[in-house]
DNA sequence: CGGTTGTTGAGAATCGGTTATCAATCGGAC
DNA sequence: GTCCGATTGATAACCGATTCTCAACAACCG
């Protein structure tokens, strides 16, 4: 026997389906704790972890603060770090042209691409 | 009186001037010892962030690993990470079209492109 | 239901990065 | 050369993030 249909998996699967943003672990407890109370941090981190192995959550990271998570298999796209508020907001699409920056013999597997600024609520 | 000129202060500007990619603090340890023996990590600390607050520094955060520095004043340009070494590598251009990707209601103030991948030596 | 065993929660422990401490030292104005 | 205050280096302390520990607990099979 080997993974358990738990409460608290349940509800951090679910917090993070729900989100419409990347959430990092402490946002992931707030959120799941009010669909399983008493959650605790550790069990985030675990559910976080076992979830990026199994493949349907993918790790976000943006410079200087905490690893973010979101559904995996979402459609290619970036992200917004805001610096009032911390909050990472997703944005669509992508400006494209990357490879020709690839400098010559380097293999170039992935991107990120982060906009900062201040989201809709700092802004105002 | 305030700001010396010291041997270890040159030193790090000099490592910083010379190498073609953003350093971390270890990496201008690293370098600037051989022009300044003895050197130490805490001095590499105070002497960063003073060159960053006068402007002639500029700091360049990478996802999952030490922030980096480089001269200020380079044209605009993002960077390449190497997952195999760990290097942070500078690449020409910038792809454009991004103030299209901005949520309505947000500002935007910056952004920051890193391309991950292997070096031309990992990736021989 | 009852046992087996994976899971959980709280807190301690750890980690890499960065900053603070403090006596010894050095820069540079005089 | 002297002197005073800025600077340095070694190391301890700190920090936020993440992992470990371990006893209590709960999921699932029979």
């Not at 509800?11 to 959650?39: N, Y």
């Not at 550790?42 to 990271?61: D, H, M, N, P, S």
């Not at 490879?99 to 990120?112: N, Q, S, V, Y």
Request: with cysteine.
């Amino acid at each position: 026997m080997s993974e358990r249909q738990t409460q608290q998996r349940q509800a951090i699967r679910e917090a993070v389906r729900r989100a419409d943003r990347p959430l990092s672990p402490q946002e992931i407890l707030d959120a799941a704790g009010t669909l399983a109370p008493g959650l605790g941090l550790a069990t985030v981190y675990r559910a976080v972890k076992i979830g990026v192995t199994e493949g349907w959550l993918a790790a976000v990271e943006v410079p200087g603060s905490a690893t973010r998570y979101e559904p995996a298999g979402k459609h290619h796209h970036h992200h917004f770090a805001c610096r009032g508020c911390g909050s990472v907001y997703e944005v669509e699409g992508c400006p494209g042209n990357i490879t020709p920056l690839t400098p010559a013999g380097f293999k170039l597997e992935d991107h990120e691409l982060v906009l900062f600024g201040l989201c809709r609520s700092c802004n105002a």
